[in-house]
Structures are given as structure tokens and as C-alpha cells.
């Protein structure tokens, strides 16, 4: 089968859709298929380039680590798109890459599928504050409805993220397809010789975040909890691996709170060399977004044997299972606070999660089940 991704994201920019394009690309390529990236160019070359087509793209001006492509020198290179005989358009973001999608399938008459990645109803307010919360919500359904229902079908990474689309009105087929984790993210990884290199005690009570330091993580109120937890343990360190544009209202936050000692922001990690280690070297992961429409981070964690502790809303509703590596808090700064410490106090506690956490996700988050099934539903979708 040969598929044609389109994504208005993708490394050197780092984020959740990027890892899910990733994930998907090897391990499809591994079980014998063909596919190509339509995305745009940061002006870096990555280890992936010999099957993306990069589109120049301009700078946006409210998140400069995106880029928007030039949807007309896209269309550009239809000739040489048509010549490539793809089965199937699957779309990855709502933004130029949509309606460039949505043109090339009806163009090429393929069936085009679309990943809903981002719960952008709890998104769109952080980079519109101008607009009153209530519109950008009203706006943000609108849309998504209306470009959901503008492809032949819709990949929900999480069930609770499907619920939500049909409420707004998404009538077309749909299947609920995570994404999964390839095998180097249960590669062995050196938590000690991470601690060593960014000056962390090895037995200094350590909380970690990964992700995308963004407003609609949540992030403030791991902050706050930080702040809770150093009652209980005054000798804890948070420490936030990743970028973005909470980063100096945080920063700010974190001078407010008085943590200035207890936290540490180490920026992006890379995926090959240093992410497991950082995981690994952790005593706990948390984790407080309530807008992920799957939460892969918490598994990437569980996959080194980290105990999570998360709120489970939305996305990561469908990941986290009490006692499978993991304890479901509210958004509650005390409780939160307090689950965290019964980690970092019991050790047996602590073995018994990172033993469940392993165990859970080997079972059940494995990238290859979730290609198959992927493969699965291009094939009902052509056969239509």
C-alpha cells in the first residue's frame, strides 16, 4: 500500500503529532508498506527526509515554533504527487495541511482520512486572549465539525476524544486508533548517569514532566503541587524537560512559589539519545493536562518502568487504570501532592507500579498492534 501523510507539523519541531507521525511512518514502513510526508520546512534536515516532501512555510507570529505552509506551492508539485499513484490521503493537522489534503485526495481520487490529534476547544483560547473563552470554544467546534465531516473518515486517538467529536456532530466513520510505542522506548536506559550529568543527587527525591511546555498542558498546576509536596518532602525536585510558550509565565510562577530550589526546566531531550534516561532517572512522572486526546508521554514513562501519577480526563482517561503503573488523581493540589509523596516514601509502593507500569504497556501499547490496525481500516476505506 502506498499513503501520503500531510501535516502542517513535523520534526525538527517537537510535539506529540510529530511522534505520532514517527511512530506510524517505521512501523508501517517495517510491515511492508510505502508512505511519504507532505510537511513544512523548518530549514533543518532530519534523519526522515528521503521520504518527506518539505513545503517552504512562513513563520506565525502568536507560536514561532510552527511554520504554515504555502498552500499554493504546494499544489505546485501536484504533477509529481499524481505520479506517485497514492491509495490514500491521511490528513495529520487542521491547518493548511487539511485543505491541502482534502484538495490532493479529490485530485488523485483517493479516500482521505483525517487524525483528530489536538482537543483544540481547550486549546484555542490560550493563543486567541483576546477572544472571549466562550467563542474561541463555540469557534473551535464549528470547525472541527465541519472538517471532520469534510474527509471520508476520522481517527480518534482515544475513545473520550471520539465521545466529544460526535457531539459536536461528526457523522462520518471513525475508528479509535492510538498511537503506539515503538521498541526504543523500552530500550535499557542509564537514570544514573543522567542524574550525574545535570548535577542531581541520586537519591534526591526527583518528579518529572515531559512535554511541550504550553499553556493548555496545565503545567502551573504542577507548579502549585510542587509547592504542596515540598511540605512532605522538602528535598523534591520537579524537573519540566521540554519547550514552549508557558515557559516565562513559569518561570515567573516558580520565582512566586518560592521554588526556585525545588525545580529545574532542562528544555527538549533528545528522543535517541537522552529521553529514556531522563525517564529513567525519575522517581515518579506527572502529569496534569486535561486536553490530551491520547497522553503518550504517560507511556512512554511506563515503558521504563516510571510510576505515573496524572489526572485522567479526556485522553488519558483511556491510558490510565489505577494500580497499572499508575495512581489517578484529582486536580486537587493537596491530593495530587499527596499520591505523589505515598511514591516517593514507599519504596514497595514504588517497585510494584514500575513493575505494573512495564508489564501494562508491553501488553498493550505496542506500535506494530496499533499499525495493524491502522493498515485495517485503510483497507475498508479504499474497499468503499
Known amino acids: 500500500m502506498k499513503i501520503l ?52 512555510a512562513r513563520k506565525i ?37 487539511h485543505y491541502l489534503g482534502q484538495k490532493l485526495a479529490h485530485l488523485l481520487d483517493v479516500p482521505c482520512v483525517e ?17 472571549p473563552r466562550r467563542a474561541a470554544r463555540g469557534i473551535a467546534r ?15 486517538p482515544s475513545q473520550p476524544m471520539l465521545d466529544v467529536l460526535r457531539s459536536y456532530g461528526v457523522k462520518v466513520k471513525a475508528e479509535v486508533i492510538p498511537t503506539g510505542l515503538q521498541a526504543q522506548s523500552f530500550a535499557a536506559a542509564d537514570g544514573t548517569a543522567f542524574r550525574e550529568k545535570y548535577q542531581i ?19 502551573d498546576f504542577l507548579l502549585r503541587m510542587a509547592s504542596e509536596l515540598r511540605e512532605m518532602q522538602p528535598d523534591v ?27 529545574r526546566f532542562i ?6 539519545t537522552e529521553l529514556n534516561a531522563c525517564y529513567k532517572a525519575a522517581d515518579v512522572f506527572v502529569f496534569s493536562s486535561k486536553s490530551e ?20 480526563e479526556l485522553g488519558t482517561k483511556s491510558i490510565l487504570i489505577e494500580g497499572e503503573g499508575a495512581l489517578i488523581a484529582p486536580e486537587d493540589e493537596v491530593i495530587f501532592a499527596e499520591k505523589v509523596n505515598s511514591i516517593l516514601q514507599n519504596k514497595k509502593l514504588r517497585q510494584k507500579l514500575s513493575a505494573r507500569a512495564l508489564s501494562y504497556v508491553q501488553q498493550k501499547w505496542t506500535s506494530r498492534a496499533q499499525a495493524e490496525r491502522m493498515i485495517s481500516f485503510y483497507r475498508q476505506m479504499i474497499a468503499e
Not at 510526508?37 to 530549514?43: E, F, M, R, S, T
Not at 487524525?115 to 477572544?131: A, C, G, Q, S, V
Not at 528544555?267 to 535517541?272: K, T
Request: aromatic share 12%; hydrophobic share 45%.
Open 5 to 56: 501523510f500531510v501535516s502542517d507539523v513535523y520534526f525538527p519541531r517537537v510535539n506529540g503529532v510529530s511522534t505520532s507521525i514517527r511512530t506510524f511512518v517505521y512501523q508501517l514502513q517495517e510491515l511492508g508498506h510505502e508512505v511519504h510526508l507532505v510537511a513544512p520546512d523548518y530549514g533543518v534536515a532530519t534523519e526522515d527526509e528521503a521520504w518527506i516532501r518539505r513545503i517552504p
Open 61 to 97: 507570529y502568536f507560536d514561532p515554533e510552527d511554520r504554515l505552509m504555502k498552500y499554493g506551492l504546494a499544489l505546485d508539485q501536484l504533477m509529481q504527487l499524481r505520479s506517485e499513484h497514492y491509495d490514500l490521503v491521511h490528513i495529520h493537522t487542521p491547518f493548511a495541511a
Open 115 to 131: 487524525t483528530y490529534h489536538t482537543f483544540f476547544e481547550d486549546y484555542l483560547h490560550h493563543y486567541l486572549p483576546w477572544m
Open 142 to 156: 464549528f470547525v472541527s465539525r465541519r472538517q471532520c465531516n469534510g474527509v471520508d473518515a476520522i481517527v480518534a
Open 201 to 219: 543527587p541520586h537519591d534526591r527525591p526527583m518528579a518529572l514532566y515531559v512535554g511541550r511546555v504550553a499553556f493548555e498542558k496545565n503545567i
Open 237 to 263: 525536585l520537579l524537573v519540566v524537560a521540554g519547550e514552549g510558550p508557558a515557559e516565562k509565565s513559569l518561570h515567573q510562577l516558580a520565582i512566586e512559589l518560592n521554588l526556585q530550589n525545588n525545580i
Open 267 to 272: 528544555g527538549y531531550l533528545d528522543r535517541n
Open 293 to 312: 486526546t491520547q497522553g503518550l508521554v504517560i507511556i512512554e514513562a511506563m515503558a521504563q518502568g516510571t510510576p505515573v501519577v496524572a489526572i485522567a
